[in-house]
């Protein structure tokens, strides 16, 4: 037993202290990725807290707060439009119970006239467009934005319809991201992903049983090794100052809000942590 022990903690010293330089200096055994786009101010829904979510109207008023990524989700209709949404069933956002994939693009319903804000309960949003956008509208009108879109669900077709282009970290992805970093194993692995996005662990807390999860996940250095492989992370849905500079402060290369004005004032009022 004794020799077994001599020769194996060498092995694991050894390993641990490579892990370590390897986390800290990736660029020995990794490229670094080139991305097209790098995005600090993203709003979430489109900036739900201003606009009423996911419409053109809220693209627009965002991207004229100064937001330099749109994010969103979409779903596709029972004729085959690709249609932005949050919610394949429509009562919340409409008060109609029914679904994008049971309807044809001419029959689904407007919006409400006010949205309370999912990530800050008590808030509402209102705005003249009740409309639902296509997204094939919102990358005419906003050719030079980047666009973070989210599938619900596992549909092939609406997957395919948005290939061929950088994609962010699924669950089982995230969960895997995690147990490469902390066996040590993340240095040695290369990643096809270009965005980690997750929930900051204070939102969690207040919206969700999974903040043990969130909790494992903040981790500055996973974060530091990430951004130095080209790898950004956005972590959300931080709607007050406190929650942004929180995001900040553990690592994050982007901010998703809600507010999109809100989150041009904050790092207006404090680029030096830009």
Do not use: W
């Not at 060498?10 to 390897?22: D, F, I």
């Amino acid at each position: 037993m004794i020799s077994f022990l001599y020769f194996i903690l060498p092995v694991l010293g050894g390993y641990t202290l490579t892990s370590v330089y390897l986390l800290k200096n990736p660029h020995i055994l990794h490229k670094r990725k080139h991305t097209t786009f790098y995005c600090k101010h993203i709003s979430h829904r489109g900036g739900s807290g201003e606009r009423i979510e996911s419409t053109m109207e809220a693209f627009t008023h965002a991207v004229e707060q100064g937001t330099e990524m749109l994010e969103m989700d979409c779903h596709l209709t029972h004729d085959g439009y690709v249609v932005v949404s949050h919610d394949e069933n429509l009562l919340r956002q409409t008060g109609h119970d029914v679904t994008i994939s049971s309807l044809n693009l001419q029959d689904l319903p407007l919006y409400k006239e006010r949205l309370e804000v999912t990530f800050y309960a008590g808030r509402y949003s209102s705005g003249t467009d009740r409309n639902f956008a296509l997204l094939e509208d919102v990358f005419k009108k906003f050719p030079e934005t980047p666009v973070s879109i989210e599938i619900k669900e596992n549909n092939h077709q609406l997957i395919e319809k948005n290939g061929s282009m950088p994609y962010s970290f699924t669950m089982s992805r995230g969960m895997l991201l995690l147990l490469l970093y902390y066996t040590g194993l993340l240095p040695f692995v290369p990643i096809g992903e270009s965005l980690l996005q997750f929930y900051l662990p204070r939102i969690m807390n207040r919206y969700d049983c999974r903040s043990v999860f969130s909790a494992l996940t903040m981790r500055k250095s996973l974060f530091k090794h990430l951004s130095a492989r080209g790898i950004q992370v956005h972590l959300f849905v931080c709607n007050t100052d406190e929650d942004i500079k929180a995001a900040l402060e553990v690592g994050a290369t982007g901010v998703m809000s809600d507010y999109p004005a809100l989150l041009s004032n904050y790092l207006c009022r404090n680029r030096s942590q830009d």
